[in-house]
């Protein structure tokens, strides 16, 4: 099929890298010119695995292209998928700025247009913002009716960052919210080479279903890393603990890892999206607000942790291995390692950091702090060593690599070191 994708961000790519992976064609669109460009060029602005090649090939093919001109897009697509951010604006409500000038561009396209064309929001949208907003421009602009002119459907995006053609490719399931049978049926279509379960549902019932499945992950995560405070301060295995609960169906082994705290671009703002949601509906959520307070602390306890061992930080070399928000990606929004930074220089410590990949975009942030492409050279003579991310080729560090450490000091906020290969170590929950 023929499928145009409004907003080349990482949702946009990424499904485009997916829709390529399923033998469709597809037109991206941006407004930004220089990342139009930079893509034309060959590039990506994001590290994804798979996606890079993905596109390349499909270029080759000619059936991947992007452009600045909706019109091209539209023009040359059955489907059009808005992939448009949804950030933060101020206490949790939703920015809509760009998904309604995203919809009122498209509504003037689909003026000029005379076949059926199928609209998919992709972006994470608070409930009713489809119907109430992108519905409503997308008819005033175009002075057309849904049902007949064009159709639309919610789509929700399960990837996770790291993941995302894998799990583009082999989801757990696909949500299709359609506003009429007809819609669901165009948009199953597009998917009709991937074998999973497909629920339909109304337009509504979608988007809750994306809130609905951030908050629950998230608060799995919270109350496994309250459980790992409490077993910390008890001398028990959390990790042991977890895998004991996870043997339980109703429960399922997955998310239950303690740490430092969830990070990334999506959990955190998609709970306060639905927040000031409830709170609009005159609607107290107590549990999930406690959610965010509970992880906003946690990577809090790695200090706490570190200042009972080292004691005073004032001057003392604390290295940090992994700042990414997770494994393989480049992505430090939100990351819990930013908040352990600025805590630890107002401590009057001195960072060294390794990663593999997120320096550069750590360096937007704090430029004056030493940064690594060797993880020795990065310990040398470190007081600390705090561990912040699960890079695979942690697992790998050995007793050989601390050793030119000042004080063998290695706390663990993500579990990841290998015990039979490097002593001493503790974790914040372990
Ligand atoms: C998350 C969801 O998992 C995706 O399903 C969703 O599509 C995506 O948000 C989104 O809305 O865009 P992502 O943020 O890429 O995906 O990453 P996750 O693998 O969910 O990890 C999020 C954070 O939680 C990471 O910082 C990770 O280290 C942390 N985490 C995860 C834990 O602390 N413990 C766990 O047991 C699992």
């Known amino acids: 099929m023929k499928i145009s994708i409004m907003g080349s961000g990482y949702v946009g790519l990424t499904a485009a890298a997916g829709f390529c992976k399923l033998g469709h064609e597809v037109i991206c669109m941006d407004v930004d010119k220089e990342k139009v460009k930079f893509i034309k060029s060959g590039n990506l602005p994001l590290y994804e695995h798979g996606i890079k090649e993905t596109i390349e090939n499909a270029i080759k093919q000619k059936r991947f292209s992007i452009t600045t001109n909706l019109s091209e897009a539209v023009d040359n697509s059955e489907i059009t998928f808005i992939t448009v951010p949804t950030p933060e604006a101020s206490d949790g409500k939703q920015e809509t700025k760009f998904l309604n000038t995203a919809s009122k561009d498209l509504g003037k396209e689909l003026k000029k247009k005379n076949v059926y064309h199928l609209v998919v929001v992709k972006s994470t949208v608070v409930p009713e913002t489809t119907e109430k907003l992108i519905l409503s421009n997308i008819e005033s602009e175009s002075g057309k009716k849904i049902g007949n002119d064009f159709g639309l459907c919610v789509n929700p995006e399960f990837l996770r960052e790291g993941e995302a053609l894998k799990d583009f490719l082999k989801p757990d399931r696909i949500i299709i919210g359609e506003y009429d049978k007809k819609s669901g049926d165009a948009l199953e279509s597009v998917y009709k080479d991937i074998k999973t379960v497909i629920m339909k549902t109304d337009l509504k019932t979608a988007e809750m279903i994306k809130y609905a499945s951030n908050t629950f992950l998230a608060s799995k995560i919270s109350l496994t890393n309250e459980i790992g405070n409490i077993c910390k301060k008890l001398g028990i295995n959390t990790y042991e603990v977890m895998k004991?609960?996870?043997?339980?169906?109703?429960?399922?082994?997955?998310?239950?890892?303690?740490?430092?705290?969830?990070?990334?671009?999506?959990?955190?703002?998609?709970?306060?999206?639905?927040?000031?949601?409830?709170?609009?509906?005159?609607?107290?959520?107590?549990?999930?607000?406690?959610?965010?307070?509970?992880?906003?602390?946690?990577?809090?306890?790695?200090?706490?942790?570190?200042?009972?061992?080292?004691?005073?930080?004032?001057?003392?070399?604390?290295?940090?291995?992994?700042?990414?928000?997770?494994?393989?990606?480049?992505?430090?929004?939100?990351?819990?390692?930013?908040?352990?930074?600025?805590?630890?220089?107002?401590?009057?410590?001195?960072?060294?950091?390794?990663?593999?990949?997120?320096?550069?975009?750590?360096?937007?942030?704090?430029?004056?702090?030493?940064?690594?492409?060797?993880?020795?050279?990065?310990?040398?003579?470190?007081?600390?060593?705090?561990?912040?991310?699960?890079?695979?080729?942690?697992?790998?560090?050995?007793?050989?690599?601390?050793?030119?450490?000042?004080?063998?000091?290695?706390?663990?906020?993500?579990?990841?070191?290998?015990?039979?290969?490097?002593?001493?170590?503790?974790?914040?929950?372990?």
């Open 244 to 430: 004991g609960v996870g043997l339980d169906h109703r429960i399922s082994p997955y998310f239950l890892r303690s740490g430092i705290g969830f990070g990334g671009s999506c959990f955190r703002k998609d709970i306060r999206a639905l927040i000031w949601k409830s709170e609009s509906l005159s609607y107290d959520s107590k549990l999930i607000k406690e959610v965010i307070k509970l992880n906003e602390n946690q990577p809090h306890k790695i200090i706490e942790l570190l200042e009972k061992k080292a004691g005073s930080l004032k001057g003392k070399k604390v290295s940090l291995l992994g700042i990414a928000f997770k494994e393989n990606t480049d992505d430090i929004r939100e990351s819990p390692a930013i908040s352990i930074a600025a805590e630890l220089i107002k401590k009057g410590a001195k960072i060294s950091i390794y990663d593999p990949k997120a320096s550069d975009n750590f360096k937007k942030i704090f430029p004056n702090i030493h940064y690594f492409n060797d993880i020795e050279k990065c310990l040398f003579k470190s007081d600390a060593c705090l561990i912040l991310s699960e890079w695979e080729q942690f697992r790998q560090l050995s007793n050989v690599h601390f050793s030119k450490m000042k004080n063998k000091i290695i706390i663990e906020g993500r579990k990841i070191l290998n015990p039979n290969m490097v002593d001493n170590f503790e974790g914040v929950c372990w």
